[in-house]
C-alpha cells in the first residue's frame, strides 16, 4: 500500500492485505507452534517455532510500523512486557532519566529492576521536562523514558523537545504513547527512538485482548535486535488468535480514537467549573498546562483520557465512581465503553495520585447519556 495514502485508509485496511492462497481479505489464523523444514533443512524464514516468529505477527507489526511511520515493530504479550524488553538491555552502571508522573506499573517494575541490577535511575517533573538536561550523564545515560499524555494527570511532554535533548548526550528517547495511539500523536517524527503501546487499550479498543507493542525508528540497530531477541527467549510472544483480534480491533482505531476524544472534549469542557470540581484534567482545555505542547503535537484531537478532582476529597470521589450507571467502575482504558475509576486506592499507600482524582476513560456512547450520567453522580454526593 502507498505510503503515501491517509492513516485511516492504511489501517482500515490493514495495509490493503490480502491472503494470497485464498484471496481472503481477513486473515487466517494460525495456532501452529512449529514448521515443516525444506529437504534441505532449512525453513521458510522466519518461521521455525512461534516463539520466535508466526504468521499472524507480521500483518499486525507492519501496520503498526506504517502508522508510526516506524522501519519496524514487535507485537507482545502485554503492555508490560513492552515496557520490560528495553530495560532488559540496560547493564549495571547505565543511566535512565524516566517521568515521575507515568503509569504506576512501569513505574513500580522499572524502579525495583533497576534498584536490583544497579541500573541509576533519575526522575524528572513531567511538567518541566526541561530540568533533563541537568540529569543527564553523557556515556552513562542510555535511555530516557517518557509517556505522553501522562497517566493519570494527562501531562503532554514535548517530544520533539526532549529528544534534542536525549540526543546530545547520547541517549535513546523511549515514548510510551499508548493513551495517544498513531491517531493523535507520532513519535517517530518528532525523534522519538521508540515508541511502546499498552495494546491492551486503544489499539485492541475493546477490552478483550491484553497485548503490547513496540515500534523502532532504526530496525538495524543492535538493540532492536537485542530486543527481538529477547522477546522470543523470554517468551514474551502474542498467542495467534490474540494477534488476530487485535488486527481486527486496530481497524477501527481512527473513528474510535475520534469519537472518544470528541466526547472527553465535550465532557471537559461541560464539567469544568462543575461545583462539586476543583479540577478538570484534559490536554483539550486551553487552562491546562500542557494544552500549548498538546495542539502542536496532537492531531485529530486530545484523547479520550481525562481526570477530575472533587472538592469533597477521598470521600466523594470513592462514592463518585461507584454511583455512575454507564460509566462502568474498573480499571484500565481505551475500550469503547466507557469506565471510571477512583485511583488512589488502586495505587496504595505510596501513590503521588491525589486522593481527590478520578480517571474516566471515556467509550464512544451518546455524549449526552455520558455528561447526564457523571452530573448525576456528582450530584448526588
Ligand atoms: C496499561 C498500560 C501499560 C501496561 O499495559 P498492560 O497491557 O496492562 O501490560 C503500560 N503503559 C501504559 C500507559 C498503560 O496504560
Request: charged share 20%; with cysteine; aromatic share 6%.
Amino acid at each position: 500500500m502507498s505510503k503515501d495514502l491517509h492513516l485511516e485508509t492504511k489501517i482500515a485496511q490493514a495495509l490493503g492485505w490480502i491472503d494470497e492462497s485464498t484471496r481472503a481479505v481477513i486473515p487466517a489464523i494460525h495456532p501452529a507452534t512449529t514448521f515443516v523444514r525444506d529437504h534441505d533443512g532449512s525453513n521458510q524464514d522466519p518461521f521455525v517455532y512461534s516463539r520466535n516468529d508466526n504468521p499472524n505477527y507480521g500483518q499486525v507489526e507492519q501496520t503498526l510500523s506504517a502508522l508510526e511511520g516506524g522501519q519496524d515493530a514487535m507485537v507482545l504479550s502485554a503492555g508490560m512486557a513492552a515496557a520490560v524488553l528495553p530495560f532488559m538491555t540496560l547493564q549495571a552502571g547505565d543511566h535512565v532519566v524516566i517521568q515521575d508522573v507515568l503509569y504506576w506499573g512501569v513505574r513500580g517494575w522499572v524502579t525495583k529492576h533497576c534498584a536490583r541490577f544497579g541500573i541509576d535511575l533519575d526522575f524528572f517533573p513531567a511538567q518541566d521536562p526541561s530540568q533533563i538536561a541537568g540529569l543527564l550523564r553523557p556515556g552513562k545515560t542510555k535511555m530516557v523514558w517518557i509517556e505522553s499524555p501522562a497517566n493519570p494527570s494527562w501531562e503532554v511532554v514535548d517530544i520533539t523537545a526532549v529528544a534534542s535533548i536525549a540526543h546530545d548526550a547520547g541517549a535513546r528517547l523511549v515514548v510510551d504513547s499508548t493513551a495517544a495511539t498513531p491517531i493523535l500523536t507520532q513519535p517517530i517524527a518528532l525523534g522519538a527512538d521508540l515508541v511502546m503501546h499498552a495494546a491492551t487499550k486503544y489499539l485492541n479498543g475493546h477490552s478483550d485482548v491484553l497485548a503490547g507493542a513496540l515500534i523502532t525508528a532504526d530496525a538495524s540497530s543492535d538493540w532492536w535486535q537485542e530486543m527481538r531477541a529477547n522477546r522470543a527467549a523470554m517468551g514474551l510472544v502474542l498467542g495467534p488468535q490474540e494477534c488476530w483480534l487485535l488486527l481486527r480491533g486496530m481497524r477501527t482505531l481512527a473513528l474510535r480514537v475520534r469519537q472518544s476524544s470528541a466526547n472527553a472534549q465535550a465532557l471537559a469542557e461541560h464539567f469544568s467549573g462543575h461545583p462539586q470540581l476543583h479540577a478538570v484534567l484534559y490536554p483539550g482545555l486551553p487552562q491546562h498546562p500542557g494544552h500549548a505542547i498538546a495542539r502542536r503535537q496532537m492531531q485529530n484531537g486530545f484523547g479520550g483520557m481525562l481526570s477530575i478532582r472533587l472538592h469533597g476529597g477521598f470521600e466523594a470521589a470513592a462514592k463518585t465512581a461507584r454511583r455512575t450507571k454507564i460509566f462502568k467502575e474498573a480499571t484500565s482504558f481505551g475500550g469503547v465503553e466507557s469506565l471510571i475509576e477512583h485511583r488512589a486506592p488502586i495505587e496504595g499507600p505510596e501513590t503521588k495520585v491525589p486522593a481527590d482524582l478520578i480517571r474516566l476513560s471515556v467509550g464512544i456512547e451518546h455524549i449526552d447519556d455520558l455528561i447526564t450520567d457523571l452530573d448525576a453522580a456528582l450530584t448526588s454526593v
